[in-house]
């Protein structure tokens, strides 16, 4: 089962543009992570954002975290051909040994 | 930079025939997890270690799927008869351990198709 949502499920945009993604999930959590996933390869980690943190920075990436809405977005600035992807969030709930649950993601297209 | 190693990437097979995966996690990482990916969709978690205990297999297929880490290090995955619907990326990933949770590691995947 997929805790989260990502929204929207594409997006297309020209290099230099913003980007933003949205992620929405169900249950409590003890942090939220983001991946990258390059067309038919592995899961690359972005950020984690814990559960008491409200934002995070990461280079061109911006990451904030809403708990009471239960939403996370990730803001790529000055987007880049290199960031076409797929982007996923990740949820990690509060009990027992850190389970993520992955969304469906979201497909990213950056033109030139 | 230390990397999660997995083979083969990609196995071609047919139905009924059983099949094996192997993952090496970055050294020293205590936790190993073995996931699912459709595609067009995210990963979903099949097996999770605990060094060599296993944790979490709720979503594991128990009947044709096992998993092992024996020595708490490298792992392998086996399906045993595969089936046309086991087609799809198997994604093994590493992370330590601890309050607050780590990001997990992920090597390149095996892609399996099942003829």
């Known amino acids: 089962s997929q805790q989260g949502e990502e929204d929207p499920q594409a997006l297309s945009i020209q290099e230099g543009e913003n980007a933003t993604m949205n992620c929405s999930y169900k249950t409590s959590i003890n942090n939220l992570q983001w991946y990258r996933q390059n067309s038919g390869r592995g899961l690359v980690h972005l950020i984690l954002?814990?559960?008491?943190?409200r934002e995070k920075h990461s280079g061109r990436l911006r990451v904030t975290l809403d708990t009471s809405k239960k939403s996370s977005s990730l803001l790529i600035t000055a987007s880049r051909a290199a960031d076409t992807a797929s982007y996923f969030c990740?949820?990690?709930?509060?009990?027992?040994?850190?389970?993520?649950?992955f969304g469906t993601g979201t497909r990213l297209l950056v033109s030139p | 930079e230390a990397e999660v190693a997995q083979s083969p990437r990609y196995k071609i097979t047919e139905k009924s025939q059983a099949v094996a995966f192997w993952c090496d996690p970055i050294?020293?990482?205590?936790?190993l997890y073995w996931y699912r990916q459709i595609l067009g969709q995210g990963p979903e978690l099949l097996v999770q270690?605990?060094?060599?205990?296993?944790?979490?297999d709720s979503q594991l297929p128990k009947d044709r799927f096992s998993a092992e880490r024996l020595k708490g290090v490298d792992s392998t995955l086996k399906i045993q008869p595969a089936e046309l619907g086991d087609s799809a990326m198997y994604l093994c990933?590493?992370?330590?351990?601890?309050?607050?949770?780590?990001?997990?590691?992920f090597g390149p995947g095996t892609r399996l198709l099942v003829l």
């Open positions: 990740a949820t990690a709930t509060n009990t027992g040994f850190q389970k993520l649950v």
């Open positions: 990933a590493s992370s330590q351990v601890g309050a607050g949770g780590f990001p997990q590691y």
């Open positions: 270690f605990q060094d060599e205990s296993v944790v979490d």
């Open positions: 954002i814990r559960s008491n943190e």
């Open positions: 050294s020293g990482h205590a936790t």
